[in-house]
């Protein structure tokens, strides 16, 4: 069973760049799709990006697309979401998940604890 570990979040201004890394353990990581997800207070979980086992294929919801990039590195099993220009809106903690590919948050079956990411204005 692989287990998720994120780390990266952190306090920028708007307009600053986050790196969020999520670390996974065992030796099935590239058997997954990779996901993140956000969730901000008083709001429902939201897609953010998604990436297929191999890395070749991405997706992006339209409210982070051409600002933000996820890769992955299958080597060190370990998935990342590089955050450019980031706006107070982008104000969530962060979770990576592994599972299908898939923009629903319900394909996913391995979740991890989350990274607060804020943004100040």
């Known amino acids: 069973q692989v287990q998720l570990v994120e780390s990266g979040g952190g306090l920028v201004q708007a307009g600053g760049s986050l790196r969020l890394s999520c670390a996974a353990s065992?030796?099935?990581?590239?058997?997954?799709?990779m996901g993140w997800f956000r969730q901000a207070p008083g709001k429902e979980r939201e897609f953010v990006a998604v990436?297929?086992?191999?890395?070749?294929?991405?997706a992006y919801a339209d409210s982070v697309k051409d600002r933000f990039t996820i890769s992955r590195d299958n080597a060190k099993n370990t998935v990342y979401l590089q955050m450019n220009s980031l706006k107070p809106e982008d104000t969530a903690v962060y979770s990576c998940?592994?599972?299908?590919?898939?923009?629903?948050?319900?394909?996913?079956?391995?979740w991890g604890q989350g990274t607060q990411v804020t943004i100040s204005s």
């Open positions: 065992g030796r099935t990581f590239s058997s997954y799709s």
């Open positions: 998940a592994a599972g299908q590919y898939s923009e629903y948050y319900g394909s996913y079956g391995i």
């Open positions: 990436i297929n086992r191999s890395g070749g294929t991405t």
